[in-house]
């Protein structure tokens, strides 16, 4: 993946134009969660790339708790408020990465002004509010729609999850796969009992929510120990519930990177996920993964029981990732880098306002459409390649 739309990037380079990138996100700090990491390592490469990036989030604004979700706060931002914060940028493309208050009246903006702008798919929206809240899913979807097709792309992580949201009508689907930090996250000596527990060690790392059916892995026979790193909403119920599990609050940096480096197994067990960023980490730490085979695992580790195990059957694939190669997780790992992740977000965005033209596009839409449910063993796990 690391050449990428090299020859975008040098032709747009050659105009000698600059590029100012305005994102838009509901997402910020001091959430922790895929979306603001997936954002800041894209920042970080864009300004590599000499592409200057201004962000909108509830920074910026007064806001309030998401009611049943108090960690996410919600921005209270009039029209004129954003517009002024989108202007003063003087913005040469804008993205708008989330639907919330912000997205949605940065989408307005847009339209009244007839800017083209790029969206992207992080969160299976539709499902966790109505995992929440009493509304059908299908006027969540519409939402979802109308949302997302006013812009000129959307941007998702897997083929899967184009497939998924192209039978729901969404269109102008980009593929922006995710990378990792590979120097960050990465095999490290085992300890005979680590966090002074039995091996094996069977780890997830994540928001302890709702959303992420953590009792599907809780309740689990397993031997060893079962280890949750991260911190969320449900954590003081789940600590109730499961004592012989560890919880260990939240963990950043080196020190999460110690974590994941003395699991045994990785273990995923959402189904709403629409990419698995933790997968990747465990993956370049040398933890084989387990999981059930949804999007997001399927995409990444596909059937490669060299790396992991997915099975309807959490439990099986636990014990089966007992026997996967740590040497070889690391080695699928090594395939994500965000500076090509990043490479195909900044052409998607250059791409949905006119200024290239993708050439990537038919191949993602037929492998959208034609992805088979399950990979067939022996076929290359990894990242879809977004080149000729």
């Keep these: 993946m690391s050449d990428v739309g090299s020859d975008e990037s040098r032709a747009v380079s050659r105009l000698g134009v600059a590029e100012r990138l305005v994102i838009v996100s509901d997402a910020w700090h001091p959430q922790v969660n895929g979306v603001v990491r997936s954002i800041e390592n894209t920042n970080r490469e864009l300004a590599t790339m000499g592409i200057e990036v201004a962000m909108v989030t509830p920074q910026g604004f007064h806001s309030i708790p998401c009611p049943t979700y108090p960690e996410i706060r919600l921005s209270i931002a009039n029209y004129r408020r954003v517009a002024r914060e989108i202007e003063k940028h003087m913005p040469s493309y804008v993205h708008i990465a989330t639907e919330g208050p912000l997205g949605l009246t ?88 680590p966090f002074g527990l039995p091996r094996p060690i069977f780890m ?26 991260g911190d969320g909403p449900a954590r003081a119920e789940l600590e109730k519930r499961y004592p012989n599990v560890r919880f260990t609050g939240l963990k950043v940096g080196e020190e ?19 990419f698995g960023n933790t ?38 694939a636990c014990l089966a990732a007992l026997s996967a190669s740590r040497e070889k997780a690391r080695d699928l790992a090594l395939q994500y880098s965000w500076e090509a992740a990043t490479t195909q977000f900044i052409n998607n965005i250059r791409a949905a306002n006119g200024v290239i033209t993708p050439k990537w596009k038919k191949a993602w839409q037929f492998a959208a459409k034609s992805l088979p449910r399950t990979k067939k063993p022996g076929e290359t796990a990894g990242p879809i390649s977004s080149g000729t």
């Design 106 to 193: 940065a989408r307005r903006w847009c339209l009244r002004n007839r800017m083209p702008f790029s969206t992207s798919y992080h969160t299976r929206f539709p499902e966790y509010v109505s995992a929440r809240l009493p509304v059908p899913k299908s006027w969540l979807y519409a939402f979802v729609r109308w949302f997302h097709n006013s812009g000129a792309g959307c941007m998702v992580a897997t083929p899967s999850l184009a497939r998924e949201l192209s039978e729901k009508g969404i269109r102008n689907l980009m593929p922006w796969s995710r990378g990792i930090d590979a120097n960050q996250f990465r095999p490290m000596p085992l300890e005979e009992a």
């Design 204 to 229: 997830t790392v994540g928001r302890v929510a709702l959303e992420k059916n953590l009792p599907a892995f809780l309740d689990l026979n397993l031997p060893g120990t079962k280890v949750v790193v």
């Design 256 to 274: 999460l990177a110690g974590a994941y480096a003395q699991a045994d197994v990785f273990v995923f067990p959402s189904l709403t996920d629409t």
């Design 279 to 316: 997968i990747l980490e465990a993956l370049a730490s040398g933890v084989p993964v387990a999981a059930y085979p949804v999007t997001g695992p399927l995409d990444i580790i596909g059937e490669d029981n060299e790396v992991g195990a997915l099975d309807n059957e959490l439990r099986t």
